[in-house]
C-alpha cells in the first residue's frame, strides 16, 4: 500500500487546516465555557457548521456517497490526515459532519438501509439535522465489542420495548 499523501490529500489538508486555525481553534475557549461550564449547547456551531459546509467541508470521513449527497468522497486513507487535524480538539469534528456515531451510523445506513429508512435517517444526517448514538456498553460485559450486546428491543404495537441494562 502507498501511503504518500496524494496531491488531493495535500490539497483538503491544507484547506481544512486553514479553516481549522481561522474558525475552530480561536473559539475554543467559548466552547469550553459553554458546554463545559455551563452545561449548554455552543451557540455558535450551526453557524459554524454552515460556514463549514459552504466551504465544502463537510462530511469528510465518507467515502462512498451517491451523487445527490454532500460530501468530500476522501478516501479513508485521503482522510487520515485531516482526522489528525481534527483530532487537535475532540469537539472540531462535529463542525464537519464528521464525528463518531454519527459517520459509522451513516455508512450502516446508507449500506443496508431501504430507501424509506435512507429518507427517514440518512438524509437529515447528512445534511447534519440530526444527531445518532449507540448505547454499547452493558454491566455483564467488559468491553465495548458490539457482538456482546445483550440488550434487547422489541415492537409492541406502535411503541417499541427496551430490555437490559446500559453502564454509565
Not at 499523501?5 to 466552547?31: G, I, K, Q, Y
Not at 482526522?83 to 449500506?111: H, K, T
Amino acid at each position: 500500500m502507498d501511503f504518500e499523501m496524494t496531491p488531493r490529500a495535500a490539497e483538503w489538508r491544507d484547506r481544512l487546516w486553514s479553516f481549522f486555525n481561522r474558525e475552530v481553534l480561536p473559539r475554543h475557549r467559548e466552547w469550553t465555557r459553554h458546554v463545559v461550564e455551563l452545561d449548554e449547547p455552543a451557540p455558535f456551531m450551526p453557524a459554524l457548521q454552515a460556514k463549514a459546509r459552504a466551504e465544502g467541508l463537510w462530511n469528510l470521513a465518507l467515502p462512498e456517497l451517491a451523487d445527490d449527497e454532500p460530501g468530500t468522497r476522501l478516501t479513508n486513507l485521503e482522510y487520515a490526515p485531516l482526522a489528525e487535524i481534527l483530532g487537535r480538539l475532540f469537539w472540531a469534528s462535529e463542525v464537519f459532519n464528521c464525528q463518531a456515531p454519527d459517520v459509522p451510523n451513516m455508512i450502516a445506513l446508507q449500506n443496508c438501509a431501504d430507501a424509506r429508512q435512507k429518507k427517514t435517517w440518512l438524509a437529515p444526517s447528512l445534511a447534519g439535522e440530526i444527531r445518532s448514538a449507540f448505547g454499547m456498553t452493558e454491566p455483564d460485559v467488559a468491553s465495548s465489542d458490539a457482538t456482546n450486546v445483550a440488550t434487547t428491543i422489541r415492537r409492541d404495537g406502535g411503541d417499541y420495548v427496551i430490555r437490559g441494562r446500559k453502564w454509565f
